[in-house]
């Protein structure tokens, strides 16, 4: 029965436009809809779908080889404005696949969140040269990803060249003074950026210094209440 309800799910892929997808506690049959097996159905689904616009698919334990099977659909035909991928345990093999994905002209992804997964800083780095390029998405959510100092300076880099990009959430990573150093170098050439996360970064050291105040001059911050 399991299995059928969520082949029936994956059809109804192609005829709604949101579509949100959890661990349920109460269910009797746990796990029945995670793991690579349900990520390789929705990556089935998602390709030519023209229908499906927002994907919730948190904490499903897809792990790098389920990234891969939705990366690879997102550039077939695939429609997909928002996607989350909360605590899939998912780290820098997949991030670099669905980097990739991003890069293709035929991805429209707007809004990617990647919260409280191991991207660290090599995953991270897959994904700053992403945005040196990509001309879609507006929101990344990175928080809890142990991306580190040099995850941070890579984006930072990156920001310079990224005309799209509205809001970065770079909360609990500890990014450092020479990452937060970096960010600040990216906000004065990019206009387009608007929200900055920092919360939760260690950064009390630059409570009331100028690059505090540079960093939030402009932007709607957190930054610990450092200012």
């Not at 210094?209 to 001059?217: D, R, V």
Request: glycine fraction near 10%; charge should be negative.
């Amino acid at each position: 029965a399991n299995l059928l309800e969520a082949n029936v799910l994956v059809l109804l892929f192609h005829f709604v436009k949101r579509v949100q997808l959890q661990e349920n506690p109460s269910d009797p049959f746990p796990g029945t809809f995670t793991g690579l097996s349900a990520a390789r159905m929705i990556g089935s689904s998602l390709r030519e779908n023209w229908a499906l616009e927002e994907l919730k698919a948190n904490n499903l334990g897809f792990e790098d080889a389920g990234l891969d099977c939705i990366s690879e659909a997102l550039t077939h035909g695939c429609r997909l404005r928002r996607l989350e991928l909360r605590q899939n345990r998912i780290t820098f093999a997949g991030v670099q696949v669905l980097a990739q994905a991003l890069t293709n002209p035929g991805c429209a992804l707007q809004h990617l969140e990647l919260q409280g997964n191991d991207v660290g800083c090599a995953g991270c780095t897959c994904l700053a040269e992403m945005l040196k390029g990509n001309n879609s998405l507006e929101y990344l959510g990175l928080q809890q990803n142990n991306i580190g100092v040099n995850g941070a300076v890579s984006l930072g880099t990156a920001l310079v060249a990224n005309s799209r990009l509205e809001e970065l959430d770079l909360g609990r990573n500890v990014v450092g003074v020479a990452g937060c150093g970096a960010l600040v170098a990216a906000t004065r050439s990019n206009s387009c950026l608007q929200k900055l996360n920092l919360q939760d970064n260690q950064l009390e050291i630059l409570a009331g210094t100028t690059l505090a105040e540079e960093l939030s001059a402009g932007l709607q911050m957190d930054l610990d209440g450092l200012l």
